[in-house]
């Protein structure tokens, strides 16, 4: 998976908007408003922060070497995948979808409320 996959997956989802707002060596993706995906692109080796759920975010990172704590997030919800080529792109993509999830799923009940 590389940076134009990345890219081309997250745009693929419904209301997804595509930023640079902290400069232009970061990019992220957003539905509803609030980030599901940031990634660099300024760095040599390919990584993506994406959010989620706290429990399963500890399980991930004691299973794969590649899954981080989130860099420069909250750690609680967010981690950071190295795409360094020890995880097939299917699961990659699952991550993206979980992180796509819970944002989405928590503007819809955001919207509900209003």
């Known amino acids: 998976m590389n940076i134009e996959t990345i890219r081309e997956y997250c745009l693929s989802k419904p209301g997804v908007e595509e930023s640079l707002p902290f400069g232009p ?3 992220v993706y957003k539905v509803g408003g ?3 995906l940031l990634t660099g ?3 040599e080796v390919l990584r993506f922060n994406v959010k989620c759920n706290p429990d399963k975010a500890i399980e ?3 299973e794969f070497s590649c899954v981080l704590p989130g860099y420069h997030m909250n750690k609680k919800h967010w981690n950071t ?3 360094d080529g020890s995880v097939s792109s299917t699961q990659l993509k699952e991550w993206i979808d979980w992180s796509y999830a819970l944002v989405a799923g928590k503007n819809k009940i955001k919207r509900q409320d209003d």
Do not use: G
């Open 34 to 36: 609030k980030a599901f």
């Open 60 to 62: 991930l990172r004691e």
């Open 41 to 43: 692109l300024d760095s």
């Open 25 to 27: 060596d970061t990019l």
């Open 81 to 83: 995948i190295v795409v």
